[in-house]
């Protein structure tokens, strides 16, 4: 029996277990104060795009999600918590079939404090778009969802809180392995002598363990956060790992194989929230410093100033947020050559820069690398203005969701346009809607993915 056979055997033993235990509870075997709640969804859906080659219309990414979550506690001193999903389908042209344990962590809780351990998605930061103080918890940026939330990824961990007052408290996170983020590189169409390998688990290096501590307050209407970040940033860089170049031929032909490889930062950063009137205000400031120099490695970013300040405002049925968003490179030097995504190298060009005394070809593609993950993390310019925008209203009492949201930046001229409707016909049964589309202007992050990203998306989801 194949290991995903195992693990179907062992959830199908779980659920009638786990069912029996609610029910003892639902006829009072078990002492009131101890509750055990099981519960979940079943999904299924598509994403549809049209192929730039024939304009005909293809699914590249269909799902079929089941998902079995567990609240377990007795009220007061402690909770647990488990989230376990799996996914059959495919995902841009690929088979995919996969359990996921999202979340599965136990809280004790003291008079004044509480200790969380193991698998948990904890999320720093009040904006509604860009977030720069969430630093502990990767997301799959690729993942195939009508739930957005699902991008999210959780890391093993210890988290500790401790409530002195009732205006302050402390939270100390502890990650002692690295998990990666998915970037939008997979899918990309690559050149032809490029290959790129992904982080595909835990990187349980001993030099590899990170840590964050946030201070919170609450006085007089206004929530606000100082954050400090030490270790390893959730999204890694691409690093040129190898390179070679065959001269035999009458044209030669490089060959370039690059990695995605982490790098460690500190974070600085300030949070608040408040209200002013109808109005809910929020924002978010950051200091991100490499330990190491983007000028001696190409994955590492350069240092970066971020600033984000946001608005909601309610209305009966209607729900507006807006969001402006930047940020400043302090050390900022420009690029000297292009990034190697994008297009690929002509031979003949590649022939004209090896005769030139002293070139050194592997140093140039390094540098495109470099240029690169400049464009990656919009730090090809000294500084970057963006805004986002979501209109959402209910209608007939609820059961219809309509909702627009974009983003754009205004440096980059990169843009998102994200409509979706979703239709809850009767309790526990829900229907999803909508559409992405990227654009932006050429080389650019969202021109180079558009073609895989831009979608039209329906999903249908049952709770129980």
């Keep these: 029996m194949n290991s995903i056979s195992l693990k179907i055997a062992a959830l199908l033993i779980l659920i009638p277990v786990m ?21 979940g969804f079943v999904r299924g859906g598509f994403y549809s795009s049209i192929d730039d080659a024939d304009d005909k219309i293809y699914i590249p990414s269909a799902f079929s999600d089941f998902a079995l979550k567990l609240d377990a ?14 996914r059959y389908g495919t995902e841009f042209m690929e088979p995919v079939t996969r359990f996921d344990l999202r979340e599965a962590y136990v809280t004790v809780n003291g008079k004044t404090w509480d200790i969380s351990a193991g698998q948990k998605i904890i999320k720093w930061g009040r904006a509604d778009f860009t977030n720069p103080t969430q630093k502990l918890s990767p997301q799959n940026l690729l993942n195939r969802s009508t739930d957005h939330e ?28 690295y998990r990666s983020s998915v ?20 990187i349980t290096d001993k030099k590899m363990f990170t840590y964050g501590v946030k201070a919170n307050f609450q006085i007089k209407g206004v929530d606000f956060s100082f954050s400090w970040f030490d270790g390893y940033d959730p999204m890694p860089g691409v690093r040129l790992s190898d390179f070679s170049i065959d001269t035999i031929g009458f044209i030669p032909f490089p060959s370039a ?7 460690k930062i ?13 109005f809910g205000i929020r924002g978010e400031a950051t200091w991100t410093l490499p330990s190491l120099s983007y000028k001696t490695y190409e994955y590492v970013p350069c240092q970066e100033i971020k600033w984000v300040a946001g608005v909601d405002w309610m209305k009966g049925m209607w729900r507006i947020t807006g969001e402006y968003s930047g940020k400043a490179i302090p050390d900022f030097e420009p690029t000297s ?27 140039y593609v390094r540098q495109q690398v470099a240029s690169f993950n400049r464009l990656y993390n919009y730090q090809l310019e000294k500084s970057y203005h963006s805004a986002g925008l979501r209109v959402e209203t209910d209608l007939f009492y609820g059961k219809l969701t309509p909702s627009v949201t974009t983003l754009y930046n205004f440096t980059s001229h990169d843009y ?16 999803t809607a909508g559409g992405e589309y990227f654009s932006g202007r050429e080389g650019s992050v969202y021109d180079i993915v558009d073609e895989f990203m831009n979608c039209f998306k329906l999903g249908l989801k049952v709770n129980f």
């Design 150 to 177: 699902d991008m999210d990824i959780g890391n093993l961990l210890i988290d500790a809180r401790w409530y002195p007052s009732p205006v302050f408290s402390i939270e100390a996170v502890a990650i002692p392995y």
């Design 416 to 431: 998102m346009i994200m409509p979706e409707l979703v239709w809850k016909p009767v309790d526990g049964l829900s229907i």
């Design 266 to 278: 500190k974070n600085i950063g300030f949070d608040f929230e408040t209200t002013l009137g109808s």
């Design 257 to 263: 194989s690059l990695a995605m490889t982490p790098y």
């Design 73 to 86: 506690s007795d009220g007061v001193r402690f909770k647990g918590y488990a989230d376990l999903r799996f």
């Design 19 to 39: 069912a029996k235990s609610q029910n003892d509870l639902s006829t009072g075997s078990i002492e009131e104060s101890n509750k055990k709640i099981l519960y």
């Design 337 to 363: 050559v292009e990034p190697f995504i994008g297009a690929e190298l002509d031979p003949s060009v590649l022939a004209t820069l090896l005769a030139l005394p002293g070139f050194d070809l592997e140093d």
């Design 183 to 202: 970037l939008l590189i997979e899918p990309l169409d690559l050149p032809s002598y490029v290959n790129i390998t992904q982080i595909e688990s835990l």
